[in-house]
Nanobody, 123 residues
Framework: VQLQASGGGLVQAGGSLRLSCAAS????????MGWFRQAPGKEREFVAA????????YYADSVKGRFTISRDNAKNTVYLQMNSLKSEDTAVYYC?????????????????WGQGTQVTVSS
C-alpha cells in the first residue's frame, strides 16, 4: 500500500487549501482513513478521520467547523478541505490508513502512512 499526499503550499491566514491523498491498491474502500499533522518540535496530532464509506467523520476540536474530510472510493482518494486557515495550522500533514473500516483518532491504529505535505500559513 502506498499513500501519496499532495496539495500543500503557502497560503495567507484566512485562505483555503485542499489536500489530496491517493492510495494504491484495490482494497482502499474497506479501510478508514485519517489525516494527522506535525508542527516543528511537536508530536504528530490527529486532525480528521473518515470511515470506509464516509458515513462517520471525526475532527480535532482545533479544526472543527473549518476542515472537512471526504473520500472518493472510485478514485482511491481521500481529501482534506481546509478553510479559514490560521498560522497555528502550519505543519506537515500526513494521510494514513487505519487498520479497520471505522474512523478513529488514535494514530497507533493506523498502519500505513503517506510521506507528508507541507502546509504553511502566513499571518
Amino acid at each position: 500500500v502506498q499513500l501519496q499526499a499532495s496539495g500543500g503550499g503557502l497560503v495567507q491566514a484566512g485562505g483555503s487549501l485542499r489536500l489530496s491523498c491517493a492510495a494504491s491498491g484495490r482494497t482502499f474502500s474497506i479501510y478508514g482513513m485519517g489525516w494527522f499533522r506535525q508542527a516543528p518540535g511537536k508530536e504528530r496530532e490527529f486532525v480528521a478521520a473518515i470511515s470506509w464509506i464516509g458515513g462517520t467523520t471525526y475532527y480535532a476540536d482545533s479544526v472543527k467547523g473549518r476542515f472537512t474530510i471526504s473520500r472518493d472510493n472510485a478514485k482511491n482518494t481521500v481529501y482534506l478541505q481546509m478553510n479559514s486557515l490560521k498560522s497555528e495550522d502550519t505543519a506537515v500533514y500526513y494521510c494514513a490508513r487505519r487498520s479497520s473500516v471505522r474512523a478513529g483518532t488514535d494514530r497507533n491504529e493506523y498502519d500505513y502512512w503517506g510521506q507528508g505535505t507541507q502546509v504553511t500559513v502566513s499571518s
